[in-house]
């Protein structure tokens, strides 16, 4: 008897230990994980400045309903400036958690991943306190027309940020299908 409760205490051990070693930036009153719901790309093109935003979002998080992700739409052989937003839209009013990630730059890190078959360029411009990139802010340039996909990732990579997406753990990831078009 004593044996199977010390089993079942050492088994209910790990699991918390487990479930308690995830990226926790900021802890909310009640303990919980802050929670990102939503990702803006905000595409402003250098040539007429106007600004399109490509938006996807996952109010209940994971599991649950499906995202809604919009599909990118941007000219070919253009050039664009990016700005990155990371919001928690589950509260009112919604949490900007875009500047929690700008305070805490040296351990955060974005990344774009494209597919093969999309003719788009990424220059991260931001950089933190060791110049190291960040990823909130870019230019974008675009090539011939296609189509492919890009998948964003927000890394957390606190002490051991070395500007490459191996370290760490992901905070936040989606992928949009994006079309270079006339």
Do not use: W
């Amino acid at each position: 008897m004593k044996k199977n409760l010390f089993k079942f205490l050492l088994i209910l051990a790990t699991i918390g230990i487990i479930a308690n070693t995830g990226c926790k930036k900021k802890q909310l009153p009640d303990d919980e994980e802050e929670l990102i719901t939503t990702i803006k790309m905000n595409f402003k093109n250098t040539a007429t400045n106007a600004v399109t935003t490509f938006t996807a979002r996952d109010l209940d998080g994971e599991g649950g309903n499906p995202p809604v992700i919009d599909n990118i739409s941007l000219l070919a052989n253009a050039n664009y400036e990016l700005t990155l937003e990371f919001l928690n839209e589950s509260v009112n009013p919604p949490e900007d958690i875009t500047e929690e990630i700008e305070e805490e730059a040296d351990d955060h890190l974005v990344i774009f991943k494209k597919s093969t078959s999309i003719n788009i360029s990424f220059n991260i411009t931001d950089r933190d306190s060791k110049n190291l990139p960040v990823g909130l802010k870019s230019t974008v340039a675009t090539g011939a027309i296609s189509n492919g996909t890009i998948t964003v990732l927000l890394k957390h990579q606190p002490g051991v940020k070395n500007g490459q997406e191996a370290p760490g753990s992901v905070d936040y990831e989606v992928t949009f299908n994006v079309n270079l078009t006339n």
